[in-house]
């Protein structure tokens, strides 16, 4: 049993799913501290002219460690990404085949009050649309205290985990002597050589949103690309 424990992120790249599609199951981190300027509430995309970031813009209490779950959103921006989206990649191969469903999940949050909300259930989504089997959970469902890592063990083994699969930034602080002795293995995650592909408006950029994948590639082509093939 493979486990990962990732604070969400707005439509994140195709590593995040490459790393899910590894996983029994993925645990939806979001009791953890919101930080300003991480990916939680952003993402890129590739654009012909102007920022390449969209952002859900979000209203924080100001007070110290507001977790991810306690953010709330502070105006409307689902439609502005949306146009966005279709003026970058309405030319692009697969646009057609994947946009109806994605514009109806971008609707459906569009009225939703909390980030974590949103970012959920474009992973859950996505990850559906790749067809991956991974169960995806939220940290919530789960009685634990202490400091980081001890936290991560006790999800990881109310789970059942054998094995723990991080990021590579977790190096900094993940204390894998507590895992030892829980009898969990900590695997570090290895993000694939992605093959380029198709993509619009100039020089080909990996770190994008899944959704810029999806559109030049497809749902077929874009899960075999994170497995691998």
Not at 33 to 62: C, F, L
Not at 144 to 155: A, K, M, N, P, S
Not at 187 to 203: F, I, L
Request: aromatic share 12%; hydrophobic share 40%.
């Amino acid at each position: 049993m493979r486990v990962a424990i990732i604070q969400s992120v707005y439509v994140p790249w195709k590593g995040f799913f490459d790393m899910l599609n590894r996983c029994d199951v993925y645990v939806i981190y979001d009791s953890s501290e919101y930080s300003k300027g991480h990916w939680h509430n952003r993402n890129r995309i590739k654009r012909a002219a102007g920022s390449p970031w969209i952002t859900i813009p979000v209203k924080t209490s100001g007070r110290l460690g507001q977790s991810i779950d306690d953010v709330e959103v502070s105006g409307a921006w689902a439609e502005k990404h949306w146009t966005l989206l279709t003026e970058s990649y309405h030319n692009t191969r697969f646009f057609a085949a994947e946009s109806k469903e994605l514009k109806s999940t971008f609707e459906a949050v569009s009225s939703e009050r909390y980030l974590s909300v949103i970012n959920a259930t474009f992973l859950r989504f996505i990850a559906a649309r790749l067809g991956l089997k991974t169960r995806i959970v939220v940290d919530r469902e789960f009685t634990f205290g202490g400091e980081r890592t001890d936290r991560l063990v006790q999800i990881c083994s109310a789970l059942g985990a054998t094995r723990y699969l991080s990021g590579p930034a977790a190096k900094t602080y993940l204390n894998e002597d507590l895992f030892t002795e829980a009898k969990i293995s900590v695997e570090w995650m290895s993000y694939g050589r992605y093959a380029t592909y198709p993509q619009p408006h100039g020089e080909f950029e990996h770190g994008v949103s899944v959704i810029d994948t999806l559109f030049c590639c497809g749902h077929e082509a874009t899960a075999a690309m994170i497995a691998g093939k």
